[in-house]
């Protein structure tokens, strides 16, 4: 490096004493020498960004001065480049460890999840170097006030600026690949998992009932159009208490993607390839691709409100339906979810209209959990092995949302109270007709044309990407703390 800075000055002074044809000739030399010497020096500070990240400045022993460039990423917060500094130093503690003959499965794992963070500082830290090399030389050459040096000087403000545009695109994925639009503790379940949906009339009486009948059409309509990803899912009634009037009490579905989940399988998408930021529009519909059947209707989980005047009344009611959206547990997997000595099962008569089998044979099927106390009762089917598997589905479906829930508190890693975490109990929606308006109380949007949103098949699609988005933000604000 030394000599190279030698030699640029050097070249300087012969283009001084040139002229003409030979003036030109020395330019060209002056320019490779000056950009060889750029590529040792920007080499240089890329090798020892990372290995001294870090030095104490002695006029100040609590003040940590960082040679990385991540500073230059004025969008991302000092708590978010602290975070992606430690990312980068266990990636290099991994590779150490690694080579030293540490497991390769466990340690292999862990290197994978930090490779592309890792792969964005080294980008970070070669930009950096090499415009910390440019301003260098850009005060050294106007320093010399040598009116020659003009197009030198120009030369690096442009090449300064090309180095100051690729920063965004880096920092918005490196964002990206801190805070992914999926919680990554969570994106097997959202992208994989089929669902099991409770749907229950609340306060409201019949009126109450026949909006639970819409809702389930609803939800039904959606699940044959696969969740807007393009392809058909399985929807099955697990159990249906109906009224006379064509309302429904209480209601269970088992929505299932066919063991496929999202359409196109998971992957990151919050940046584009040419590094452009993509439409809100074409990010929400990637999301929706690739949500499987529980990712995509886990925000329904809460109290809908109806407000309308009922067809037997000239007043304005307000009614509501409770919905428990639950990840379902695969066949092959509940007989470990639920062990023999924790289930209490009662087989009994069915109750209601039905054929011969009613009353007459012992084919209704209640199965209780008892450490929980979570009861599921099923009479659908003739066959008492059918109701026992559907109830033994529905059982484990709750036992296990109940467990993660829990597991969640004690974590102290619940979701935001403005996402909600299931709780029937919680308003999450209003639909109203004499307005014409559906609104939405945690992401604050509404839309016009109640009927239609509730029949084409398109409603829970309108909101949750609106809801993913907050669920991401909330991730962020906790890191930020």
Same mark, same amino acid.
């Given at each position: 490096?030394?000599?190279?800075?030698?030699?640029?000055?050097?070249?300087?002074? @012969?283009?001084?004493?040139?002229?003409?044809?030979?003036?030109?000739?020395?330019?060209?030399?002056?320019?490779?020498?000056?950009?060889?010497?750029?590529?040792?020096?920007?080499?240089?500070?890329?090798?020892?960004?990372?290995?001294?990240?870090? /030095?104490?400045?002695?006029?100040?022993?609590?003040?940590?001065?960082?040679?990385?460039?991540?500073?230059?990423?004025?969008?991302?917060?000092?708590?978010?480049?602290?975070?992606?500094?430690?990312?980068?130093?266990?990636?290099?503690?991994?590779?150490?460890?690694?080579?030293?003959?540490?497991?390769?499965? /466990?340690?292999?794992?862990?290197?994978?999840?930090?490779?592309?963070?890792?792969?964005?500082?080294?980008?970070? @830290?070669?930009?950096?170097?090499?415009?910390?090399?440019? !301003?260098?030389?850009?005060?050294?050459? !106007?320093?010399?006030?040598?009116?020659?040096?003009?197009?030198?000087?120009?030369?690096?403000?442009? !090449?300064?600026? !090309?180095?100051?545009?690729?920063?965004?695109?880096?920092?918005?994925?490196?964002?990206?690949?801190?805070?992914?639009?999926?919680?990554?503790?969570?994106?097997?379940?959202?992208? +994989?998992?089929?669902?099991?949906?409770?749907?229950?009339?609340?306060?409201?009486?019949?009126?109450?009932?026949?909006?639970?009948?819409?809702?389930?059409?609803?939800?039904?309509?959606?699940?044959?159009?696969?969740?807007?990803?393009?392809?058909?899912?399985?929807?099955?009634?697990? +159990?249906?208490?109906?009224?006379?009037?064509?309302?429904?009490?209480?209601?269970?579905?088992?929505?299932?993607?066919?063991?496929?989940?999202?359409?196109?399988?998971?992957?990151?998408?919050?940046?584009?390839?040419?590094?452009?930021p993509e439409e809100e529009e074409d990010i929400a519909q990637k999301l929706l691709q690739q949500l499987g059947p529980y990712g995509f209707f886990q925000y329904e989980s809460g109290v809908h409100r109806v407000q309308r005047v009922p067809v037997n009344d000239n007043k304005l009611q307000t009614s509501a339906v409770a919905v428990g959206v639950l990840p379902a547990i695969p066949e092959?997997?509940?007989s470990n979810a639920l062990p023999p000595t924790e289930l209490k099962i009662d087989v009994m008569r069915a109750s209601g209209a039905g054929g011969q089998h009613v009353n007459t044979t012992e084919s209704a099927v209640r199965i209780t959990h008892i450490p929980t106390g979570i009861m599921a009762y099923m009479q659908e089917e003739r066959s008492q092995h059918k109701n026992r598997s559907?109830?033994?589905?529905?059982?484990?479906?709750?036992?296990?949302?109940?467990?993660?829930?829990?597991?969640?508190?004690?974590?102290?890693? @619940?979701?935001?109270?403005?996402?909600?975490?299931?709780?029937?109990?919680?308003?999450?929606?209003?639909?109203?007709?004499?307005?014409?308006?559906?609104?939405?109380?945690?992401?604050?949007?509404?839309?016009?044309?109640?009927?239609?949103?509730?029949?084409?098949?398109?409603?829970?699609?309108?909101?949750?990407?609106?809801?993913?988005?907050?669920?991401?933000?909330?991730?962020?604000? @906790?890191?930020?703390?």
């Amino acid at each position: 490096t030394s000599i190279l800075t030698a030699t640029v000055a050097a070249c300087r002074l @012969a283009a001084k004493s040139c002229t003409g044809r030979r003036r030109n000739i020395q330019q060209v030399v002056t320019n490779r020498v000056f950009l060889q010497h750029r590529t040792c020096v920007a080499q240089i500070h890329h090798r020892n960004a990372f290995s001294t990240q870090a /030095s104490i400045d002695k006029k100040d022993t609590e003040q940590i001065i960082y040679d990385d460039g991540l500073d230059q990423l004025t969008d991302l917060s000092l708590a978010t480049q602290n975070r992606i500094r430690s990312m980068k130093a266990r990636h290099d503690e991994v590779l150490r460890l690694l080579h030293e003959g540490g497991d390769p499965t /466990s340690l292999g794992k862990e290197m994978s999840a930090l490779r592309e963070m890792s792969a964005y500082c080294e980008k970070v @830290a070669e930009i950096h170097a090499e415009r910390t090399s440019l !301003e260098d030389l850009l005060e050294e050459t !106007e320093a010399s006030g040598d009116e020659d040096s003009q197009d030198m000087i120009d030369e690096i403000k442009d !090449e300064l600026e !090309e180095l100051k545009a690729q920063l965004q695109p880096l920092s918005r994925k490196m964002h990206k690949s801190l805070i992914p639009v999926l919680n990554p503790d969570d994106v097997e379940e959202l992208t +994989s998992s089929d669902a099991v949906i409770d749907i229950r009339a609340g306060t409201g009486g019949d009126e109450a009932c026949l909006f639970a009948a819409e809702i389930m059409a609803g939800y039904e309509a959606i699940a044959k159009s696969g969740g807007d990803g393009g392809k058909s899912w399985d929807i099955e009634v697990l +159990s249906c208490s109906t009224t006379d009037l064509g309302g429904v009490k209480e209601a269970s579905l088992a929505v299932s993607s066919r063991g496929g989940g999202g359409s196109y399988g998971y992957e990151s998408f919050d940046v584009s390839l040419d590094d452009k930021p993509e439409e809100e529009e074409d990010i929400a519909q990637k999301l929706l691709q690739q949500l499987g059947p529980y990712g995509f209707f886990q925000y329904e989980s809460g109290v809908h409100r109806v407000q309308r005047v009922p067809v037997n009344d000239n007043k304005l009611q307000t009614s509501a339906v409770a919905v428990g959206v639950l990840p379902a547990i695969p066949e092959s997997q509940v007989s470990n979810a639920l062990p023999p000595t924790e289930l209490k099962i009662d087989v009994m008569r069915a109750s209601g209209a039905g054929g011969q089998h009613v009353n007459t044979t012992e084919s209704a099927v209640r199965i209780t959990h008892i450490p929980t106390g979570i009861m599921a009762y099923m009479q659908e089917e003739r066959s008492q092995h059918k109701n026992r598997s559907k109830a033994m589905r529905l059982v484990a479906a709750r036992v296990h949302s109940l467990r993660k829930q829990q597991a969640l508190q004690e974590r102290s890693n @619940a979701r935001s109270s403005l996402m909600g975490g299931g709780d029937r109990s919680e308003r999450v929606r209003t639909y109203n007709f004499p307005q014409d308006r559906i609104t939405d109380h945690r992401c604050k949007v509404s839309v016009q044309g109640v009927q239609s949103w509730l029949s084409d098949g398109s409603l829970v699609g309108k909101f949750a990407p609106h809801l993913y988005k907050m669920e991401r933000d909330d991730r962020t604000a @906790a890191l930020e703390e």
